[in-house]
């Protein structure tokens, strides 16, 4: 049974920084493509930050310079340094693994960012 476990969120001010962690049990995160999406109030689930299983790292333009994606396949969790943390941040935080053929699609249960004064 593939489990993706996202934790590190809470409250924040803005300016501040956070780094939210998924830990992956039943796959192995090197092998598949790695995303961190949010999904605001309201709002569609937005992509955030890839890696794939070559490393390769590619960021949204609202995150870029200010978020960084990153994995420990040795740990077999994804990670997502947050800086300079702004309102419009805030929202609901998910860890996405997807297979390289685009066959298998996994979710965790997301965890909560809020960027306020």
């Known amino acids: 049974q593939v489990q993706l476990v996202e934790s590190g969120g809470g409250l924040v001010q803005p300016g501040g920084s956070l780094r939210l962690s998924c830990a992956a049990s039943g796959i192995m995160i090197r092998g598949y493509i790695m995303a961190w999406y949010r999904q605001a109030p309201g709002n569609q689930r937005d992509l955030l930050a890839t890696?794939?299983?070559?490393?390769?790292?590619d960021s949204a333009d609202s995150v870029k310079g200010r978020f960084t994606i990153s994995r420990d396949a040795a740990k077999n969790t994804l990670y997502l340094q947050m800086n300079r943390l702004k309102p419009e941040d805030t929202g609901v935080y998910y860890c996405?693994?997807?297979?390289?053929?685009?066959?298998?699609?996994?979710w965790g249960q997301g965890t909560q960012v809020t960027v306020s004064s």
């Open positions: 890696i794939t299983a070559f490393g390769r790292i």
């Open positions: 996405n693994a997807r297979s390289i053929q685009g066959t298998e699609d996994f």
